[in-house]
């Protein structure tokens, strides 16, 4: 295992015990300053998510004349999808910058924050529906499902290179499993989703940093 990848779960283990520990101690505490809105674990969040965006740039530049206008483009694609998690996660740097959410933000959004992941339009919120169910899917697939298809379906491989799809190992599936685990099992607060969603951050940008298909983008492969 890289050296990155031990001292990132390093840290959030810790991030993750002592979130345990101050859920119990002080749950005011941990809710109001640990995982609140600009609080440590969500400016850890914004960071994981930059830093995978950072690692899809990077791959871009690196590749950008030596793979197929798919491969770059899916690449570019998942990274901006980066950014744009950690652009709602600080509602588009609105707080730091202190202006005001439009007029149709303030009547939809649930926190009247400039993002989209706290709207509620027609009586449903789309953090539960989207960034909560079906993310989740999407993360439970990606972790467990992904990899085996990989692995046994030579069909599917070829799609998950040609799309320059990031396969998570094994130990990164036991590492997303286990946050989960540890968070919604142990953490004894209503916002422990923000702890969870810190952990997980960093796994998914783990699976991203160092895949299983590593070769589909070391700049010799083949393209």
Known sequence: MHIMEKAVVALVLVAVLAGVVLSHVDEPAFRHGYVEEDGPIEWGTVLALLFAALVCCRRFLML?????????AATALLGALFVFGAGEEISWG???LGFESP???????????????NLKIGGV????LVFSHL????????????????RWN???SRLISAFAIPVPRARH???????????YGAVRSSKRGELAEFGLSWMVALCVAFPA??????????G
């Open 64 to 72: 950008r004349r030596r793979r197929p206008v798919l491969f770059l």
């Open 135 to 150: 993310l989740g899917a999407m993360i439970v697939a990606y972790v467990l499902l992904l990899p085996i298809l990989y």
């Open 173 to 183: 599936a036991v590492f997303i499993v286990a946050t989960i685990l540890l968070v």
């Open 154 to 156: 030579p069909t599917a």
């Open 94 to 96: 609105q707080r730091m």
């Open 103 to 117: 007029s149709w933000f303030m009547e939809h959004n649930v926190q009247r924050d400039t993002n989209i992941h």
């Open 213 to 222: 298909n590593a070769k589909d983008f070391r700049v010799n492969a083949g």
């Open 125 to 128: 919120k789309i953090n539960k």
